[in-house]
């Protein structure tokens, strides 16, 4: 283990130090003789010269909101010569959140797991400017962001400030969904997404330690039995990756470690899983939940499915039977709530301002009299806050541009792509193709709306008759989903975006995109395509489920190295940090004591 952990602590000390064009680790694992290599390569960064103050003036102003998977994506290939970027976060650091249900249990330290934002634009050798605020505001008929910052509150100094943009990238993410219920805030913990704040790591850290606290007070003397067995209930609501991966992480914790460390309370441990629907991993293949479900029930989890929680308390959880209409109670030590994301206050103020900006310019009325007319023509003034209010999150089009404002993108979480159906345009479409107005189409110009139309959603060329081409069309819109709120989501989204500002210029002049149906020109770049590479579900006991693409379902052991590849490739590819790899390598190995430096 020595051996082992020195090796470690020796390549990571090389890698971080060494500045050639590539970097190579190999890593062959003791238990099954299997080889594990993860590749990286860096090209050099040349610093970007600095031009003087009249050149500088021009650089359009980019505001990012936010550093977690969406946000961090985009900086990190953003061609920032061109613009002047400012990124505001109530968070100093990137954390890899796949990892931090291990950070819960101690498998994964903290720290291995967090980078510094400011570390991450140093890199780029370019001038991003970061400051740690959260966004109060967003004026999109001013072009201002309200911020403030919640830093420690006897530092002195204004902690309130306004930074104008041209461009606005919102990847703020989402707050946590308690969906009303009573006690949730003060009695429950959370894990990834949280109410006001984004402290991911602080929070799991927090999990770790009321682990510690509930076996240590169920060993002091003087306890009954069922005090003890209270103390060692621990309850996680919602059956989702996130509470599947918990759970089964905190199992493998008390089975490996606790248990060894209170022998005496063993056998009084107890973990509940609580999930609304019929079947827990309700987003993967049957197979998956199936499996899952049977291994849990081995394992001792218990699995409570058509159950509503209707409030929580400091001692104890009720809980509605949905077939019955049953009330029960039951008594916990912990509760994690992992139940789905909701709207953020910023954001749900700023879709609001959205719908007041659009009736304003709908009916040309003096905005202080917007509210008034508000109420008296409910319907109306509805119509203009339906695109936008009646979601969970912002409505962009098909280029992450948000619906209803100019020169502002939404990604990640706290956003959702509102595509049109085509059949929703066939007369739209069928206008623009019939350029003569003759009132029929020719093969020419059927072909000419035809190549719009595939680029449009993404399908492949093929030859169809009339009716296969209206079947082709109807398919394409019942496949239109809204897409998971995952950092793989996120990530694709955020390299997306750099892109399209990277040739924001080029596109200008020569546009890439499909032809405007509703409108002139062409589009300027290809519409976002989200591309998913698969999900996967760590179950414990090194064992792991995976939906891939192609129907393709793998369970058990040997899928555990597949996701650790995976998360190895995924943080290279984002970070280009050898040492976040090797904290997936030892997480596999269960080195649990290593530390990187």
């Known amino acids: 283990m020595t051996i082992l952990s020195s090796f470690f602590k020796k390549a990571s000390t090389a890698f971080n130090g060494y500045s050639s064009y590539s970097k190579l680790l190999v890593v062959c694992t003791l238990s099954s003789g299997g080889l594990l290599a993860y590749s990286e390569s860096q090209p050099d960064v040349s610093t970007h010269s600095v031009e003087g103050d009249q050149s500088e003036s021009k650089k359009k102003k980019v505001v990012v909101l936010g550093t ?72 999109p008929s001013k072009k201002m962001v309200s911020c403030k910052s919640n830093l420690y509150k006897n530092l002195v100094g204004n902690s309130e400030f306004s930074l104008e943009y041209d461009y606005l990238v919102i990847s703020v993410g989402a707050q946590v969904n308690t969906f009303g219920t009573p006690g949730v805030m003060e009695n429950c913990h959370f894990l990834k997404v949280l109410k ?92 998956i939940s199936s499996f899952a479900e049977t291994k849990f029930q081995r394992d001792g989890i218990e699995v409570l499915t058509g159950c509503r929680v209707i409030s929580v308390s400091d001692k104890e959880i009720s809980l509605k039977i949905k077939s019955t209409g049953e009330v029960c109670s039951i008594p916990h030590g912990l509760v994690l709530w992992s139940t789905g994301v909701g709207t953020r206050p910023v ?24 509210e008034w007319k508000s109420n008296v023509y409910p319907i109306i003034y509805a119509q203009a806050f339906v695109f936008q209010t009646d979601r969970r999150a912002l409505a962009t089009n098909e280029w992450l541009q948000v619906k209803g404002c100019e020169n502002v993108y939404a990604l990640g979480d706290c956003a959702t792509i509102d595509q049109r159906k085509i059949m929703e345009d066939v007369a739209t479409i069928f206008e623009v193709a019939d350029k003569d107005k003759s009132g029929t189409l020719t093969v020419q110009e059927f072909q000419d709306v035809l190549d719009d139309i595939l680029m449009l959603r993404g399908m492949k060329e093929q030859k169809w008759d009339i ?61 976002f ?69």
């Not at 890899?96 to 980078?115: D, K, N, Q, Y």
């Open 347 to 370: 954001i749900r103020d700023f879709m609001e301002q959205i719908g007041t900006g659009l009736y304003h310019k709908l009916f040309m009325l003096p905005i202080e009299i917007v």
């Open 467 to 527: 009716e296969g081409f209206k079947s082709a069309l109807c398919h394409a819109d019942s496949q239109m989903k809204s897409l998971p709120a995952t950092a793989q989501v996120a990530a694709q989204q955020g390299s997306y975006l750099s892109r399209c500002f990277n040739h924001m210029e080029q596109s200008a002049y020569n546009p890439e995109g499909p032809q405007r149906f509703r409108g002139s020109g062409r589009h300027r770049f290809l519409p």
């Open 68 to 139: 977690g998977w969406a946000g961090t994506s985009f900086l990190k290939d953003l061609d920032v010569s061109s613009y002047d970027v400012q990124v505001v976060s109530p968070r100093n650091y990137f954390a890899f959140t796949p990892l931090l249900p291990s950070v819960t249990c101690g498998t994964v330290e903290a720290r291995s797991i967090a980078e510094p934002i400011r570390k991450i634009i140093k890199k780029r050798n370019a001038e991003i400017q970061f400051w740690e605020a959260e966004c109060t505001k967003i004026d």
């Open 196 to 287: 006001f704040r984004m402290q991911e790591l602080e929070d799991a850290l927090k999990i770790r330690r009321t682990v510690s606290d509930c076996f240590e007070k169920a060993v002091l003397p003087g306890l009954s039995e069922e005090e003890r067995k209270t103390n060692l209930h621990f309850v996680v609501v919602g059956g989702g990756p996130t509470g599947v991966e918990f759970a089964a992480e905190l199992h493998d914790y008390i089975q490996e470690d606790l248990v060894k460390l209170y022998p005496l309370v063993k056998d009084l441990v107890k973990i509940t899983i609580i999930q609304s629907g019929d079947h827990i991993l309700n987003s993967f293949d049957q197979r």
């Open 529 to 597: 395509r989200y591309k998913h590479f698969g999900q996967f579900a760590p179950l414990g006991g090194e064992q792991t489920a995976a939906e891939l693409p192609g129907d393709w379902v793998s369970m058990g052991h040997s899928t555990q190295w597949l996701w650790y590849s995976v998360y190895a490739r995924l943080i290279g590819l984002l970070l280009l940090e050898s040492r976040f790899a090797l904290i997936v390598v030892v997480n596999g190995l269960h080195i649990n004591e290593f530390v990187l430096p």
